[in-house]
């Protein structure tokens, strides 16, 4: 049996995008161990993590291994490395030893290349070493569209053949119990609502809902804003918002779930994605989208979605208006959505990933 190794870094950093999909890919690797569609006599999977966990993951045929005595970077490049020495590693989260070769890395876009505002200059010069040398040395790169996959070859340079596009899945929205306390909350049990799901990031564009907004004049509606908000976009934290404007701050996975659940529709407008997880989980609920017309979108939403340029405040306000006040397109949107959404599943992901390890470990 080969031992094949995961880098454990997401479980000591905070869990963003990229550590959900870490999470996410290796509990259902574990899953599918359990259920013997992965003979777990042909590879030994072990995680390699460093002290500092902030989690831990309840793994059954996946063992967790503390190793080294340093912390973020400096363990990621030195000791992990080391402790991998023996068998193939994987890296889920963007960065990844520069000293291994047999390694697979994920790389889930280019954004910090194409939208550089939304980054600091350490951060850009970094990654822009970083992965430049990890696409020449390593020997797969994973990524969650073909979008991705085309961004990749065209501006870090990475041989196409060594890419493998892997999406999403959607089963862990699915298995969140919804806190629908939340609802109560905010006061929101009487009223609709459209949700935003904001980041810290410029490239989530949300001041472009606030100025689509206003040039709407009164609305019948409120607007619910979950998750990080930005400073670029509403300031701090003595700006005061609209009356109508509900700013939750950061929610719980089943204070989400409760959310898309309740809402007339989610508006995503960003201006830059690898993949756009939160329509997906949107569909999963029966949420109505609205999103930005850009590729990995249409990849995700399919025909289940509206398109808005993401450029223009009159189109952003079109669309909402469009969706807000059509019972019928609604309802058309989310029976598409449910349907579209099925085509997306972890279990179909680790499988992807599982294949590309077995095709490499045969090949040694």
């Not at 991998?84 to 994987?90: D, S």
């Not at 969140?176 to 109560?184: C, F, H, N």
Request: some cysteine.
């Amino acid at each position: 049996m080969k031992d094949y190794y995961i880098n454990g870094r997401f479980l000591s950093q905070e869990a963003t995008g990229v550590q959900r999909y870490a999470e996410q890919l290796v509990k259902t690797l574990d899953a599918l161990i359990a259920s013997g569609e992965i003979d777990a006599r042909q590879l030994n999977f072990i995680i390699l993590t460093p002290h500092n966990l902030t989690r831990t993951l309840n793994l059954k045929h996946i063992a967790l291994r503390r190793v080294g005595r340093l912390s973020g970077h400096l363990w990621e490049q030195i000791e992990l490395p080391w402790h991998a020495r023996h068998g193939i590693l994987t890296s889920l989260c963007n960065t990844a030893p520069l000293l291994k070769r047999d390694q697979i890395v994920t790389i889930h876009d280019a954004g910090f290349l194409v939208v550089p505002e939304s980054y600091s200059l350490a951060f850009r010069t970094w990654y822009s070493f970083l992965l430049f040398s990890l696409g020449k040395i390593v020997r797969r790169v994973l990524t969650d569209s073909d979008f991705s996959r085309r961004e990749l070859t065209r501006h870090i340079r990475i041989d196409p053949s060594k890419i493998e596009t892997i999406p999403l899945g959607r089963e862990h929205i699915v298995e969140t119990v919804a806190e629908d306390y939340i609802i109560d909350r905010a006061g929101l049990s009487d009223r609709p609502f459209l949700l935003a799901v904001s980041s810290l990031s410029p490239r989530k564009n949300f001041n472009a809902v606030m100025g689509a907004i206003e040039k709407m004049g009164p609305i019948d509606f409120e607007i619910v804003i979950a998750g990080g908000t930005n400073p670029r976009v509403f300031g701090d934290d003595t700006v005061k918002l609209p009356d109508h404007v509900h700013n939750l701050g950061y929610v719980t996975d089943g204070e989400l779930k409760s959310l898309y659940r309740h809402a007339t529709a989610i508006i995503y407008p960003s201006l830059y994605e690898g993949f756009g997880l939160p329509p997906l989980e949107a569909m999963t609920c029966g949420c109505p989208v609205i999103v930005s017309d850009i590729p990995p979108h249409h990849e995700v939403c399919g025909e289940a979605a509206i398109y808005c340029d993401p450029h223009s405040l009159e189109d952003i306000a079109g669309k909402i208006a469009l969706v807000m006040d059509d019972p019928k397109l609604r309802g058309q949107l989310i029976a598409a959505g449910y349907e579209r959404a099925k085509i997306f599943s972890w279990r179909k992901s680790a499988s992807q990933f599982y294949s590309v390890v077995k095709s490499l470990s045969i090949s040694d």
